[in-house]
């Protein structure tokens, strides 16, 4: 039944590669299986990332010291900023010459490309603007706080700002087609960066103000009540207070509070990003996103940036922004899983855009693939990293680059992942037949710093190949099988590598490094790569 599963597999991957054919030449993604794809030239594409420095790609002379490290850490993508002011330092006069060296630097470097589009905004404020646009606010009004000061933000409810921002993304992506199309370095596009409104819940300038005295759109009243069921629980809440009104203005529907202006500030600005999308699409329809600065717990809107792309406000960000095809998360905060399973929860496809660039970075890659089937993952500021960090990351992505293929002809149901830590040192999961315990390597005591306040993070990726087949990659786990049919052996275990899609056995692993045969093991510090064949007895 497996080989046959694995086989209607591949035959959908062959058949993606004809149906992308050249003609298409364009990045795309694709949903099969159960698992989202980024195709790349017609085929199943992982994005190993690394997110650029905000002001690193400004000067094609910086990047020269940046492209050797990429190769060094094994990155095939590098997320790198489009600044709004260079590309158009005088309305209507663009200059695209930084774009174009880039790309072709990244040709000559054997890496793709994801933009990200430093427009209105990034990371909420407007810093990005050209100066054409930051010195005239009477054309390009900006947000104010609660009292009616100006703040350094774009308003989302100027048609000129909006106007101006999606000419801009318009005439970038059709530059981008004009030179990349049928090249494929350009994979996606970010819409903006870190959305959201500060130092208050929602805009208090006089157009925000009016559009808040007005009624909830018909479309968003209509995808509340189609979706009533499954609505994400903060929102399904707010919502509820009213009675599920089904008309009204804001407050009536939503309330007074800062939940509700909260609410209304994701609504517009998904629209804006939306509009800005469809515009970038008519020219060059990549594939886009918008990424989240996420939330700490205890704070209130305001004191995060309001109304971005966050789990109790994607239910909004989807009905506002059909154009946007991921919402993702960035994490600069412990709670890893919480929040994958918060963007996942609705059988949404996971892309790690940014990422704290820290020394465990690479189990949660691992994990992210194995667990979550990411598009892709990306540490930010990797041009920075220090030796721990980048180690890391390196020795992760090597055993990433060769399981390509691999994950790339699996389903969701042959696939894992394991992220393992001093607090939460063991997790269960099943692959077929067989039941899975991962533990920390360090739980077994043999390994020095098993006494140590802090463990280091172990992560693996588990890919199911046959019935009685798998391919462990990892650090520091170590895995024991049961079964409901019988008790489990250890029929062969090796270590190995694989070299041009080719496995290359190294040493046989039946003995001491299996206790016996008791379990699978990949020491701390170690990252291995190892093929198992069970059986029953």
Do not use: C
């Amino acid at each position: 039944m497996f080989a046959k599963a694995l086989i209607r597999a591949l035959l959908a991957g062959s058949l993606l590669g004809l149906l992308a054919t050249p003609a298409a030449a364009i990045p795309q993604l694709h949903r099969d299986n159960g698992v989202s794809r980024l195709l790349v030239n017609g085929k199943p594409f992982l994005m190993l990332g690394g997110e650029l420095g905000n002001s690193s790609a400004s000067s094609l002379d910086y990047m020269e010291e940046i492209w050797p490290k990429a190769g060094v850490m094994h990155l095939n993508t590098l997320l790198v900023p489009i600044y709004w002011e260079l590309i158009e330092p005088r309305e209507g006069t663009f200059d695209f010459s930084l774009v174009d060296g880039l790309i072709k630097r990244a040709r000559r470097e054997d890496l793709k490309l994801v933009f990200l589009w430093f427009g209105s905004w990034k990371n909420s404020m407007s810093t990005y603007a050209p100066s054409w646009v930051k010195r005239d606010s009477q054309r390009f009004p900006r947000s104010r706080s609660v009292s009616g000061e100006a703040q350094d933000i774009l308003t989302a409810f100027s048609p000129a700002n909006l106007n101006a921002d999606r000419r801009a993304f318009r005439a970038l992506l059709q530059f981008i087609g004009d030179v990349d199309r049928r090249r494929e370095t350009v994979l996606m596009v970010q819409v903006e960066n870190e959305i959201g409104m500060l130092p208050s819940a929602r805009d208090h300038h006089p157009l925000a103000d009016a559009a808040y005295a007005g009624e909830v759109p018909d479309k968003l009243m209509a995808y509340l009540r189609e979706h009533k069921a499954t609505l994400q629980p903060e929102l399904r809440d707010t919502w509820a207070d009213s009675n599920f009104r089904t008309s009204g203005n804001w407050r009536q529907v939503f309330g007074d509070g800062t939940a509700g202006e909260e609410i209304f500030t994701a609504w517009h600005y998904a629209q804006y990003a939306d509009a800005v999308a469809t515009a970038g699409k008519e020219a060059y329809p990549l594939p886009m996103y918008v990424n989240a600065a996420l939330n700490r717990p205890g704070r209130k809107p305001g004191e995060y940036p309001s109304g971005g792309p966050l789990p109790h406000l994607l239910d909004i960000w989807k009905a506002a922004a059909p154009s946007i095809d991921l919402l993702s998360p960035d994490f600069y905060n412990p709670r890893f899983r919480y929040w994958n399973d918060r963007y996942t929860g609705g059988g949404e496809a996971l892309f790690i855009p940014e990422m704290r660039f820290d020394s465990d970075v690479g189990a949660k890659a691992l994990f992210a693939f194995g667990h979550y089937k990411a598009l892709g993952f990306s540490p930010f500021s990797v041009e920075t990293g220090r030796a721990p960090a980048t180690d890391n990351l390196r020795r992760s992505y090597a055993l990433l680059n060769q399981l390509a293929p691999q994950l790339s002809a699996s389903d969701s149901a042959h696939r894992a992942g394991v992220w393992l830590t001093r607090e939460k040192p063991q997790m269960e999961f099943s692959l077929g037949d067989y039941h899975f315990t991962a533990r920390h390597e360090l739980t077994l005591g043999w390994s020095d710093g098993a006494d140590a306040d802090n463990w280091p993070e172990a992560g693996a990726l588990i890919v199911q190949t046959g019935p009685e087949d798998f391919i462990v990659a990892g650090t520091g786990v170590v895995l024991t099988f049961d079964s409901d049919q019988a008790r489990v052996g250890i029929d062969k275990l090796s270590e190995g590598e694989y070299r041009n899609g080719e496995w290359q056995a190294g040493r046989w692993l039946n003995g001491d490094q299996s206790h016996q045969g008791r379990h699978l093991r990949i020491p701390d510090g170690e990252w291995q790569i190892q093929k198992l064949r069970l059986y029953l007895y």
